[in-house]
């Protein structure tokens, strides 16, 4: 069958045909890959063919060359790179020749295609004509090929990174986008492709915004663009706008005059797509300044490399006014719709980021409306008022705050109770979570909960959690803080005399009927947890008697029979916040010895339903229940080994887990803390367990935040098993050596890679220490000793890097020590010689970090026993 | 295109309850790893004996005693520098004031220096020690950060929150102050006249001064509380006064000072420090409490009513196989409850026991106390941390029996003088 009918029938209603058809495709891909991709791309060129097989044409190409997953994308990009040249340029020519179609879904698709191919080709410094080819469509007079380049160059820098395109076709792409962009463009669907290209290429410009005059330029464009009749523009300029104010903070100071005016006009009066952006514009602003003044804040970076321009502090007495108002422009039922989104929400949170820029400043500009309206009879009014109360709980001080909460408090547990409208009681309640959050706790100086009015709060709390789903939800969420105050008090904490209601009303919720809306079964747990982790001595009593209430209902969950798809997810979720739950009790009880004794009867049977839960395949509970063991293991200490058979199969699951890579590295974490535990007993899993992680570590498949705990866990098991670990020593020593090698010439591009780098150290490092010292004392250390002179070479270059954390300094004087105190006399005289270990010593023992120098001090000890003993 | 996500979160917590559990799992993890290899370190390895604290003793003491001022001032001068890279130990301090509930009460519990019981006068009390009479009150430790003042006492609980004129211990304009900077003091809070006494300053604008002799810390206490404005009276950003104790050198004239001197507080024994000594959490021989009827109130121990009963009473914490140990460390194992009782009084490993002591069955062999037979009254006070530490066990059977006097101490002074004078410590000048 020809191509155009495979394409057409592989969009028919008819299912069989669709699935024949679907077959065929594959089956013509794999036969011949150069065929299909011609046949694709001269379907996708050619104007004579149906739109619908021109478009799944190009999208089917689309998909021969990019996939979500990285290795599989790298695959195909060779795949493609190794194609015949004639094959490839054949493919380019007919996308290319696609953007001049008349037919709008065959051009935008083949902008795509291309933006694709260029991700592959220009790192390569293939297809260097390309961005050539675009620009001089650019100066064609027909719109539609105009809007198809320009709509490509912005693809085209989403899937490039800057450094790929040199500086001269950087300035041509930018210009013509911005000429696209000008009033002066008469076409919209240009002028829109060339808005929206705009935002892909602003990170390409910072040449260009450092520049005063093409700054201003381009500033100037993008300002005109949000007063556009075509709301489209306006929302794509707005767009850009909120991407400058976060890429180009520094540069904004000249137009932040204009842009307020701007913004705050549609934000009264433009549609709501453009009035959100235009908010979010200010959230943008608030958010780089939170940073900045994080940064300035924090104890050891010093100054942050951007200044804070304080723009709004500066803007304060107009934006507040305008973010007000917002607030009254609430939906109906927002509440209960989970993905709402709308400009009441989105002036409360940017009100919320404004108290956290500027503290104190926002109170006197928030009262007189909090204090006009918060009585008022249109239930807009009061929600209004009490969401602006809430959103300025965190930033200001809490002294400042402290007298009106007072006021407000007796008000708010009112309004709780008897406010007639369901969305003032959400925003109360939530506003109450918000007070407990940040304005209680013991370290408090002016307390806004008393032991007077504790009571009241909690029946009010209490009663609202009877409410229905969404203002129960809120009301969880504030006893979550109410008990988060009281963590430190002991015996002081006056929630104790009602601990036991308390408990009962959260179990309660919890098997509410709709209890699974308004995620309010998930807060009802959640506050649980933070209740019996906040809970005291006093009450552990009611807290073991969770034990089996919880593990029954985990019992029976498990139990449940003929579920409907739907409703296993709901079982699986509540499997997870029961795991979740279990693993606070663990840990709880498991702290003091008294408790600790009393839970050690349930053990057992817990273990049990841990290893039911991994039957059932969700990688959530999975990785809750994995988390819960771990916990079991530290309690039950040596005991433990009696569950390792049965849980043996599963840890192997979640070791060969890649694709929920978390659940892979909790399953690593608790290969460590069983080994801290059984010790040598986990000598028999060994094999198996050294086997998945060699293979987790060679795989790219797996995400690399897993492998730094990998090779800790090497350590981890090295010091369990001692000289048992010989055997392993041929695999593990030379990845322990390759990644060495890798992690101390890492090219370090920027903090996210250097905190990585540092990272893999630690995990080397520590597989290092764990072996040596799991050799000591024992004859065949000698063993060791050929891998001397690399881990010594290793330290050496982490030392000349000078870019080591504290964390990798303190693990890598250790080993200097380990190497000396396993293998004595020949690797002191090694470390005594070299003059950059002798350096790094002596840096580490006159470091001002204590840790660093305590392992320093044991280093420098273990080295001069060596040789002299 | 891909573009900014607008949409934000919306009244729900920054991180969620799964994403903590997460978190403190890791963080738990690595505290073990740790552990452990600091455990495999020092087991099956010799190397580490006690170390020799001879080196930074006199580094930092030349400092001192020499008096040279430029060095001093040196010191002042790095203040601020050290200030931004506390050691490590004071970062735990910021981080364990975040530590919540039990996991904070148990922490603060091990960081105070406890003195031993004096049950014997160490050699060269005449040179090596300082004295001075120990406020009445509540040990406690006084944390001053981020803007708030908070003391815990001796248990790890928390006994006030309050501004203070401390550096960072209010949240005033004037006052406020980088988060790194914060003050630990070891205090006794003296109920009558509402005043935390300084006894020992364990770091200062976040200078840790854990590794510094007793005689710098002191030297440092008193001339930077007084600058603070601690000291000053009450007022809205102070709540609590704060106020040295005069120290004396351990000489006659210094001992006899402590113990007669009129001071503004009631007197609970006499406190000796050594001034080579650095700041060391637990129990330490290096610090050392004595009393009297004369210069204490509290020489007998009470029982739980807050009598003095007639036999002496211990508390022991209860360890496997019934064995029962002080809280010294490594404890010391005094006795052993059999099988029976435990299994009747459902006592578990880790209570704390209170018991009554036959004085007849007590033996001293070597200067060492053995208990012989003791009976079990309750299980202690709950709000009690630790056990009775061996010292003060010896300590209350001596001041019941033969205390140690007054009039030994200045005794001791007489002899460690005359040694003194004989001894031939002379420094080689070459």
Redesign the interface.
């Known amino acids: 069958m020809e191509i155009t009918q495979l394409l057409l029938n592989a969009q028919s209603i008819d299912a069989t045909a669709r699935k024949r058809s679907e077959e065929s495709l594959k089956q013509f891909q794999d036969q011949n890959l150069p065929g299909f991709l011609l046949s694709l791309s001269g379907e996708l060129a050619n104007d004579e063919k149906p739109v619908d097989s021109r478009k799944l044409a190009g999208l089917v190409l689309k998909n021969t060359l990019d996939a979500k997953e990285q290795h599989r994308k790298n695959e195909l990009a060779q795949r493609w790179l190794s194609l015949d040249d004639s094959v490839k340029s054949q493919v380019k020519a007919c996308l290319l020749q696609t953007l001049s179609s008349l037919v709008l879904d065959a051009r935008s698709t083949a902008s795509q295609v291309i933006a694709k191919l260029a991700g592959i080709e220009l790192p390569q410094k293939h297809w260097p004509e390309l961005i050539g080819v675009l620009l001089s469509n650019i100066h064609q007079l027909q719109p539609h090929v105009k809007q198809a380049t320009l709509e490509t160059l912005g693809y085209l820098c989403e899937e490039v990174s800057p450094e790929v395109v040199d500086q001269d076709q950087v300035n041509k792409i930018l210009t013509a986008v911005v000429q696209g962009m000008n009033a002066s463009e008469g076409n919209n669907d240009v002028r829109l492709a060339a808005t929206r290209a705009l935002y892909n290429a602003l990170g390409f410009a910072q040449a260009n915004f450092s520049n005063n005059m093409e700054r201003d330029y381009i500033m100037r464009v993008v300002c005109e663009a949000t007063l556009s009749p075509e709301v489209k523009i306006r929302q794509a300029a707005f767009e850009c706008l909120v991407a400058i104010s976060s890429t180009y903070y520094d540069k904004l100071a000249p137009y932040m005059q204009d842009i307020f005016n701007i913004t705050a006009k549609a934000v009264r009066e433009d549609e709501e797509p453009v009035a959100l952006q235009a908010i979010e514009f200010w959230s943008s602003i608030c958010d780089e300044e939170i940073d900045i003044l994080d940064d300035y804040g924090s104890d050891f970076t010093a100054d942050s490399d951007i200044p804070c321009f304080y723009f709004i502090k500066q803007a304060l007495p107009a934006l507040v006014p305008m973010l007000l108002e917002t607030l009254l422009k609430q939906e109906e039922d927002q509440d209960q719709d989970e993905g709402a989104w709308n400009i009441a929400m989105a002036g409360g949170t940017c009100l919320g980021l404004v108290a956290r820029t500027v503290g104190d400043d926002i109170i006197p500009l928030v009262m007189p409306f909090m204090e006009g309206n918060i009585s008022k009879s249109d239930w807009r009014q009061r929600e209004a008022a009490t969401y602006a109360f809430g959103s300025i709980m965190e930033g200001p001080s809490p002294e400042k705050l402290a007298s009106i909460v007072n006021v407000a408090l007796t008000f708010m547990l009112t309004a709780l109770m008897k406010d007639p409208s369901n969305h003032v009681k959400d925003t109360t309640a939530w506003t109450l979570g918000r007070i407990f959050e940040f304005m209680h706790g013991s370290t408090m100086e002016t307390p806004v909960i008393t032991r007077e009015n504790c009571q009241q709060i909690l029946t009010v709390l209490l009663q609202s959690m009877k409410d229905v789903p969404n203002v129960a939800e809120k009301a969880c969420g504030a006893l979550y803080f109410l008990a988060q105050g009281y963590e430190d008090v002991g015996s002081a904490s006056p929630l104790i005399p009602f601990f036991q209601d308390i408990i009962q009303a959260l179990l309660t919720v919890t098997h509410r009927e709709d209890a699974g809306e308004s995620r309010l079964r998930t807060a009802a747990y959640e506050s649980l947890n933070e209740v019996v982790r906040c809970s005291t001595e006093e009450t552990a009593p009611t807290v073991l008697q969770l034990v089996p209430v919880l593990m029954t209902e985990l019992h029976q969950s498990l139990e449940a029979q003929k579920l409907t798809s739907d409703e296993r997810e709901k079982q699986n979720e509540l499997q997870g916040l029961l795991c979740g739950c279990l693993q606070v009790l663990i840990q709880k009880l498991g702290s003091a010895e008294s408790t600790k004794y009393m839970f050690m009867q349930y053990t057992d049977q817990m273990m049990d339903l841990f290893l039911r839960v991994f039957a059932c395949r969700n990688a959530t509970v999975h990785g809750e229940a994995m988390l819960a063991i771990g916990s079991l293991a530290y309690v039950s200490g040596p005991n433990f080994v009696k569950y390792m058979q049965g849980f043996y199969p599963y840890l192997e699951l979640g070791l060969q887990n890649f694709e929920d890579y978390q659940v892979c590295a909790i399953s690593v974490g608790v290969v460590g803390d069983v080994c801290r535990v059984i010790e040598d007993k986990i000598l028999p899993f060994c094999d198996g367990i050294m086997t998945h992680l060699l293979k987790d570590l060679s795989s790219n498949l797996l995400h690399r935040s897993v492998k730094p705990p990998i090779f800790s866990c090497f350590g981890d098991i090295a010091l369990a098993i001692g000289e048992n670990f010989e055997k392993y020593l041929i695999y593990a020593m030379p990845m322990l050596q390759s990644a060495a090698e890798l992690s101390s010439h890492a090219a370090l591009a920027d903090d996210e890679m250097l905190e990585y780098t540092n990272q893999l150290r630690s995990g080397i490092l520590e597989a290092y220490a764990g072996i040596l010292q799991g050799f000591k004392n024992s004859p065949k250390a000698q063993l060791l000793t050929p891998y001397a002179p690399h881990i010594l070479h290793f330290l050496d270059s982490l030392h000349n890097e000078k870019d080591m954390d504290d964390m990798v300094m303190k693990t890598a004087v250790g080993v200097l020590g380990d190497l000396a105190d396993t293998l004595g006399a020949s690797a002191g005289l090694l470390i005594k010689q070299s003059v950059s270990s002798n350096d790094f010593l002596e840096e580490c023992l006159s470091s001002d970090d204590l840790l660093i120098k305590e392992s320093a001090d044991w280093a420098k000890k273990a080295i001069t026993r060596a040789i002299s003993g | 295109?891909?573009?900014?996500e607008?949409?934000?979160?919306?009244?729900r917590?920054a991180i969620?309850?799964?994403q903590r559990?997460?978190e403190?799992?890791?963080l738990?993890?690595a505290q073990?790893?740790s552990d452990?290899?600091n455990l495999?370190?020092r087991l099956?390895?010799?190397?580490?004996d006690l170390?020799n604290p001879a080196s930074t003793v006199d580094a930092q003491s030349d400092l001192t005693e020499s008096g040279d001022l430029d060095a001093v001032l040196a010191m002042e001068a790095t203040e601020e520098r050290?200030a931004?890279?506390?050691?490590?130990?004071?970062l735990d301090v910021v981080q364990a004031?975040k530590?919540?509930?039990?996991?904070?009460?148990r922490w603060f519990s091990r960081q105070l220096m406890l003195p031993e019981w004096m049950i014997d006068v160490p050699p060269n009390l005449g040179r090596d020690w300082y004295v001075f009479a120990r406020p009445a009150g509540k040990r406690c430790f006084v944390v001053s950060s981020?803007g708030?003042t908070?003391s815990r006492l001796r248990n790890g609980?928390?006994l006030h929150?309050?501004?203070s004129s401390l550096p960072n211990g209010?949240?005033t304009k004037e006052m406020s102050a980088?988060?790194?900077v914060y003050c630990i003091l070891d205090c006794i809070f003296h109920e009558p006249d509402q005043t935390y006494y300084v006894i020992d300053m364990v770091c200062w604008r976040g200078y840790?001064l854990?590794?510094c002799t007793a005689e710098f810390r002191f030297f440092w206490l008193n001339s930077k509380l007084l600058e603070s404005g601690a000291c000053n009276s009450p007022s809205a950003y102070h709540r609590y006064r704060f106020s040295v104790v005069p120290i004396y050198d351990c000489n006659q004239i210094g001992l006899r000072s402590a113990y007669t001197g009129v001071v503004p507080y009631i007197k609970d024994g006499l406190l000796f420090y050594n001034r080579h000594a650095h700041y060391e959490t637990g129990n330490t021989p290096l610090a050392l409490v004595w009393k009297d009827e004369f210069c204490s109130q509290y020489v007998l121990d009470t029982d739980s009513k807050g009598q003095v009963p007639a036999e002496q009473q211990v508390i022991l914490e209860l360890h496997d196989g019934g064995k029962l140990i002080t809280s010294d460390d490594p404890p010391i194992v005094v006795g052993c409850l059999d099988r029976d009782f435990l299994q009747q009084s459902g006592s578990?490993?880790?209570?704390l026991l209170r018991f009554t002591v036959k004085d007849e069955s007590v033996r001293i062999a070597d200067g060492k106390l053995q208990l012989g037979d003791i009976k079990f009254i309750s299980r202690a006070n709950?709000?009690r941390a630790f056990a009775d530490s061996y010292s003060k066990i010896f300590f209350q059977y001596a001041a019941r029996h033969s205390p140690l006097q007054f009039q030994d101490l200045i005794a001791a002074m007489q002899s460690n003088f005359d040694e003194k004078s004989g001894a031939t410590d002379v420094e080689m000048a070459g």
């Open positions: 295109m891909r573009l900014h607008l949409r934000r979160p919306f009244k917590p969620s309850d799964q559990r997460r403190f799992a890791l738990r993890q073990q790893r452990s290899q495999a370190r099956a390895s010799s190397v580490l170390p050290e931004i890279s506390p050691t490590a130990r004071d004031s530590l919540k509930g039990s996991e904070g009460r981020s708030s908070v609980s928390v929150c309050f501004p209010a949240r980088p988060s790194h840790s854990y590794d578990q490993i880790g209570y709950r709000a």
